[in-house]
T-cell receptor, first 115, second 113 residues
Framework: GNSVTQMEGPVTLSEEAFLTINCTYT??????LFWYVQYPGEGLQLLLK?????DKGSNKGFEATYRKETTSFHLEKGSVQVSDSAVYFC??????????????FGKGTLLTVNP | GAGVSQSPRYKVAKRGQDVALRCDPI?????LFWYQQALGQGPEFLTY????????KSGLPSDRFFAERPEGSVSTLKIQRTQQEDSAVYLC???????????FGPGTRLTVL
């Protein structure tokens, strides 16, 4: 089956610090990989995605590279801001079994950025 | 344009009561999904509609859970005879196509006492 394991939080950083949130996966078939973000009181929003090996997804200063050899999709940002405080979810879909729409999520990582 | 909306945002039910949760997808989105998010966990897939057809209900945890989308737009997730383990946030998402980006609503937080 499919599963996503991400770094447990909470993660607390000071503004302008470097961020890494680790994510690894197991998948049947060829996965597409996603990072979703959930700001306080809001719904999940797609942050970035990558659909094939070695692709890099990027958005709002965040990046993640699809590493097939290590089955990883780690999220990074060079300089975090207070406004980045949120819960981050790593997720995947696969092209196996005819259910390529079904998102499988990790447990989420709470990031708090202090001024 | 408006995003996905869900109502109510919060629902408290006594054990054994029936509840109905509503989802209004983005206009024109043919695909609609329901997910359940327990406290401290990531969302888990419940069911998928393409227009009015429920193509996948493999994630529904029991026959007390029922979802419908009769006109291919608004969807309702119904839980009969609620149990404490049903307490969770229920998320609805829609997309323009089956494999398109899923846009999530804010969720309905259900608490069963």
């Amino acid at each position: 089956g499919n599963s996503v394991t991400q770094m447990e939080g909470p993660v607390t950083l000071s503004e302008e610090a470097f961020l890494t949130i680790n994510c690894t996966y197991t998948a049947t078939g060829y996965p597409s990989l996603f990072w979703y973000v959930q700001y306080p009181g809001e719904g999940l929003q797609l942050l970035l995605k990558a659909t094939k090996a070695d692709d890099k997804g990027s958005n709002k200063g965040f990046e993640a590279t699809y590493r097939k050899e290590t089955t990883s999709f780690h999220l990074e940002k060079g300089s975090v801001q207070v406004s980045d405080s949120a819960v981050y979810f790593c997720a995947l879909t696969t092209n196996s079994g005819g259910s390529n729409y079904k998102l499988t999520f990790g447990k989420g990582t709470l990031l708090t950025v202090n001024p | 344009g408006a995003g996905v909306s869900q109502s109510p945002r919060y629902k408290v039910a006594k054990r054994g009561q029936d509840v109905a949760l509503r989802c209004d997808p983005i206009s024109g989105h043919v695909s609609l999904f329901w997910y359940q998010q327990a406290l401290g966990q990531g969302p888990e897939f419940l069911t998928y509609f393409q227009n009015e057809a429920q193509l996948d209900k493999s994630g529904l945890p029991s026959d007390r859970f029922f979802a419908e989308r009769p006109e291919g737009s608004v969807s309702t997730l119904k839980i009969q005879r609620t149990q404490q383990e049903d307490s969770a946030v229920y998320l609805c998402a829609s997309s323009a196509s089956e494999r398109g980006t899923q846009y999530f609503g804010p969720g309905t937080r259900l608490t069963v006492l």
